[in-house]
């Protein structure tokens, strides 16, 4: 039996969260809070096995709370965001502060919106449950070398054989705590890096600002026609895809429009395989998430002799896009996060590249 906490300041919230969940036998909603104090309260009583936790709440909101369970009583946290500008931001700090997950509800929370929401609670739910978050947290803060994969054949390492031209990251679950320690590790590149991170087009804006904050880079949502720079830092906007474009020589431009055949956006994959086919010097980086995003573009990356260096699963907060690519068979290494920002450093801070011109695509 899966014991669940549900925290919301809205009775109706609270109501309709305990409502999806009634007829599933494996989850039991063993405690209601309406504020982060209460939360903390008891989660320390109950110890559930899955939190979820609403972003803006009176007493103590929805950070404060994510930071005094993880600290007291860790325990899987599913942040209850509104598509508000505001509830996004809170909703990437409390991802950083240890919430492993998020769901987005419209402001209006209709009928439709009510249907999506209860088969996306319940999948996260389950796996959750399945994957103990004080083991996980063990196993990362170990100070021995981790491995929990067969490392790489030494035949298969791949290094840049020229200047890099562009770095491409794809990454989804615990993606907001892995790309701001990432950027912080590896500082200003010689050659612009785009992000695919998977979130709603209400929360790309606001994830950007707050990196660019964090780490003093600079950090922006893409745009369609949008020019690259050496040394900037493109997010993704969500909901849509992002592919590269090499519109004249040695200048590359942002493609922004929905691909259907992509299951999920923005999709790693095209954004991979289009800068395999557009770069002359790629690196690819695979990120902690759920699913296999990523693998089919590191595939084209491996036909090209290009570099995918991918985060070792046992330090992702979810596994899944590392370890297909390495099932695959599309890796070049398997590296911790901050092995990876070295790397890129090294790869990246080698060669100054001629500034880039705006060019706007057409």
């Not at 170990?142 to 794809?170: E, F, H």
């Not at 592919?243 to 299951?263: G, M, T, Y």
């Not at 090294?346 to 100054?352: K, N």
């Amino acid at each position: 039996m899966i014991k669940l906490l549900v925290v919301d300041d809205s009775a109706f919230m609270r109501m309709a969260i305990a409502k999806m969940l009634e007829n599933d036998p494996q989850i039991e909603v063993v405690g209601e809070a309406n504020n982060g104090e209460v939360a903390v309260q008891m989660a320390e009583r109950l110890r559930p096995n899955v939190i979820t936790m609403d972003v803006e709440m009176p007493v103590v909101n929805g950070i404060q709370a994510v930071q005094r369970i993880m600290k007291s009583v860790p325990c899987p946290i599913i942040m209850v965001s509104s598509l508000t500008t505001k509830s996004a931001e809170v909703t990437i700090k409390a991802l950083e502060m240890g919430a492993v997950d998020f769901i987005a509800k419209s402001s209006s929370f209709v009928q439709l919106d009510i249907a999506k929401i209860e088969k996306e609670l319940q999948e996260k739910i389950y796996y959750w449950a399945k994957h103990p978050l004080q083991q996980r947290l063990a196993r990362t803060k170990r100070s021995s070398p981790l491995r929990s994969t067969p490392a790489v054949s030494i035949q298969n390492k791949r290094k840049p054989t020229m200047a890099v031209d562009c770095v491409v990251i794809g990454v989804s679950t615990g993606g907001p705590r892995t790309v701001l320690e990432l950027l912080q590790g590896m500082g200003q590149l010689s050659c612009p890096i785009v992000i695919a991170q998977h979130m709603p087009k209400e929360f790309t804006p606001g994830f950007a600002e707050h990196l660019a904050s964090a780490t003093g880079l600079d950090v922006v949502e893409g745009y369609h026609g949008m020019a690259l720079s050496p040394g900037q830092v493109v997010i993704a906007p969500g909901g849509v895809d992002s592919q590269i474009r090499r519109p004249f020589e040695n200048h590359f431009a942002l493609d922004v429009r929905k691909h259907d055949q992509s299951p999920i956006h923005p999709s790693a994959d095209l954004l991979f395989q289009s800068s395999a086919r557009a770069c002359e010097s790629p690196v690819a980086v695979v990120l902690t998430g759920m699913g296999d995003d990523g693998s089919k573009g590191a595939a084209d990356y491996t036909q090209r002799n290009y570099p995918v260096l991918v985060q070792e699963p046992v330090t992702c907060v979810v596994d899944g896009m590392p370890s297909s690519a390495i099932t695959a068979g599309v890796v070049s290494e398997v590296l911790e996060v901050s092995q990876i920002a070295r790397q890129l450093k090294r790869w990246c801070g080698e060669h100054q590249r001629p500034q880039t011109q705006l060019i706007r695509a057409n």
